[in-house]
């Protein structure tokens, strides 16, 4: 129960997440193009779906004030943000600006920078970093997680992996893990005993599917665009891996969408995921 209470304080209330103990928002890059296009007309493609809590990744072309300003008139809280890990390293006060400017409370890093396979010596540097990240933002009143993208899971001689020296190496006060169950699944990972390991780790989650008959096992953090597929058109077993993310403390689940047509895929999702009893 105390490390259940440790890792919780990691995250920070929001009327947002406080309306609902694990709502279901978008992740913005799943509309890349349309907002590059145009960002008031992609958000209210974001609205047109019903969503109200996003995930930003980027502004594209307009300042963090001008993106804020846009997603509060279209009635979107961004409670979270992937921001890159070099800008992290170099300039965590201006991502401490830009997150508070945008009405971030949690900062991600969604990729550590590596040449060839992500070592353990990798994970000992990036596991001090995102300590040293988490206490900062933590100060600030905000919270610190990385994302899984795969290549963290790739086997090591004795048995384990860097993905667990991150765990290990990250003091769970400061640091959470936003689980994205498609690169957990890709890398030969089950998400549910990934979730039952540990359990107070784990406190978003990324949603998104993989295609039936696509079981190769890749630590490249890549895979075929044909491979994604709407939710619950694929091969994840949803409710097991939705509820014992709610059993273990999930706050927000996030649709991210990487199919060829988010446009027409997205609503599938959220049909599907509302027969689970989770909608925006």
Aim: overall charge negative.
């Amino acid at each position: 129960m105390k490390m259940k209470l440790i890792a919780a304080a990691v995250l920070i209330s929001s009327s947002a997440l406080a309306a609902d103990s694990n709502p279901l928002g978008l992740q913005l890059w799943s509309l890349r193009n349309q907002m590059q296009a145009s960002v008031p007309a992609g958000m209210d493609l974001v609205r047109s779906f019903g969503f109200t809590v996003v995930e930003s990744a980027g502004t594209y072309g307009l300042t963090p004030k001008e993106f804020r300003a846009l997603a509060d008139a279209h009635g979107l809280k961004i409670v979270c943000g992937h921001f890159p890990y070099e800008r992290l390293e170099k300039d965590l006060d201006g991502v401490i600006a830009e997150a508070k400017t945008l009405g971030v409370s949690n900062v991600i890093v969604a990729w550590v920078p590596h040449t060839g396979d992500f070592t353990v010596e990798n994970a000992h540097v990036a596991a001090q970093n995102f300590n040293k990240f988490g206490a900062a933002l933590k100060a600030q009143g905000m919270g610190f997680g990385f994302h899984t993208h795969g290549y963290e899971f790739k086997p090591l001689a004795d048995g384990t992996s860097a993905y667990d020296v991150l765990l290990k190496e990250t003091d769970p006060g400061l640091v959470f893990v936003e689980m994205d169950v498609y690169w957990v699944v890709a890398a030969g990972q089950d998400p549910v005993k990934l979730l039952q390991k540990n359990p107070d780790r784990y406190k978003m989650f990324h949603v998104k599917d993989m295609r039936r008959g696509a079981t190769q096992v890749g630590y490249t953090g890549g895979t075929p665009v044909e491979d994604n597929v709407a939710v619950g058109q694929g091969r994840m077993d949803w409710p097991a891996i939705l509820s014992e993310g709610k059993k273990d403390g999930a706050v927000v689940s996030f649709i991210e969408d990487e199919t060829s047509d988010p446009v027409k895929n997205i609503p599938t999702s959220l049909a599907y995921l509302a027969t689970l009893g989770l909608k925006p």
